[in-house]
T-cell receptor, first 112, second 112 residues
C-alpha cells in the first residue's frame, strides 16, 4: 500500500506562473519530508525539505508547505521556468530511520 | 567530487541470466541505498547499508536479489536468475547520516 501518494501524474504550467505539486501521506509517524527533482537519464537530486515541527520552508523560488492535520504537503515554484520541467518526487521518513518512502512522481512541464 | 557512480548505465540481458549492478558511493558517506524505479510503483527502497553492514533488506523482492558491500567504496546488487519483470531503472544513493541522499545516474535494466 502506498504510504506516500502523488495523485497527479502530470502538470503543465505557463512560464512565469506558479506551479503547485501535491503529495499526501498516510503514516502519522513520518516526521521529515523531502522533494527531489529528476531529469531524464539522471538520478533524482535533492530540492528542499521540511521537518514536521515546521509548516513552511522556503529556498529561493521553491517553497514547501506542510499540513500535518491533513497529512498533506505541497511544493510551490514561483515563478516557474522552462528549466523546471522535470519529474518531482516527494518522500517521507520516520524519526530514527533512514528509509525514504517515495511517491510515484509528478511530471511538470513548464511551457515557454 | 564525482558523485555516486553506477555501472553499467544500461544492461540488456536474457531471462535466466545473472545480472550484477555496481555502485561507488561518495567518499565519506556512511549510508548506501539501492532503489528500483518502475512506472507503477515509483522509487522503491530495496536495501540499505550503514558502514558496509546491511541494515534493512525488507524491500528486496525475493531471494533472487542479493546485495553486498565489501568495503566503504563499493557495493553490488545481483539478480540471479533475472526475469522480465525485473526490468526497471536501479539507483544507488549515498548519504552522510540522515542528511539528504545523493543519487547516482541509475542503471536501466532490460530483461528479455
Amino acid at each position: 500500500d502506498q504510504q506516500v501518494k502523488q495523485n497527479s501524474p502530470s502538470l503543465s504550467v505557463q512560464e512565469g506562473r506558479i506551479s503547485i505539486l501535491n503529495c499526501d501521506y498516510t503514516n502519522s509517524m513520518f516526521d521529515y519530508f523531502l522533494w527531489y527533482k529528476k531529469y531524464p537519464a539522471e538520478g533524482p537530486t535533492f530540492l528542499i525539505s521540511i521537518s514536521s515541527i515546521k509548516d513552511k520552508n522556503e529556498d529561493g523560488r521553491f517553497t514547501v508547505f506542510l499540513n500535518k492535520s491533513a497529512k498533506h504537503l505541497s511544493l510551490h515554484i514561483v515563478p516557474s521556468q522552462p528549466g523546471d520541467s522535470a519529474v518531482y518526487f516527494c518522500a517521507a521518513t520516520e524519526g530514527g530511520t533512514y528509509k525514504y518512502i517515495f511517491g510515484t512522481g509528478t511530471r511538470l512541464k513548464v511551457l515557454a | 567530487d564525482a558523485g555516486v557512480i553506477q555501472s553499467p548505465r544500461h544492461e540488456v540481458t536474457e531471462m535466466g541470466q545473472e545480472v550484477t549492478l555496481r555502485c561507488k558511493p561518495i567518499s565519506g558517506h556512511d549510508y548506501l541505498f539501492w532503489y528500483r524505479q518502475t512506472m507503477m510503483r515509483g522509487l522503491e527502497l530495496l536495501i540499505y547499508f550503514n558502514n558496509n553492514v546491511p541494515i534493512d533488506d525488507s524491500g528486496m523482492p525475493e531471494d533472487r536479489f542479493s546485495a553486498k558491500m565489501p568495503n566503504a567504496s563499493f557495493s553490488t546488487l545481483k539478480i540471479q536468475p533475472s526475469e522480465p519483470r525485473d526490468s526497471a531503472v536501479y539507483f544507488c544513493a549515498s548519504s552522510q547520516g540522515r542528511n539528504e541522499q545523493f543519487f547516482g545516474p541509475g542503471t536501466r535494466l532490460t530483461v528479455l
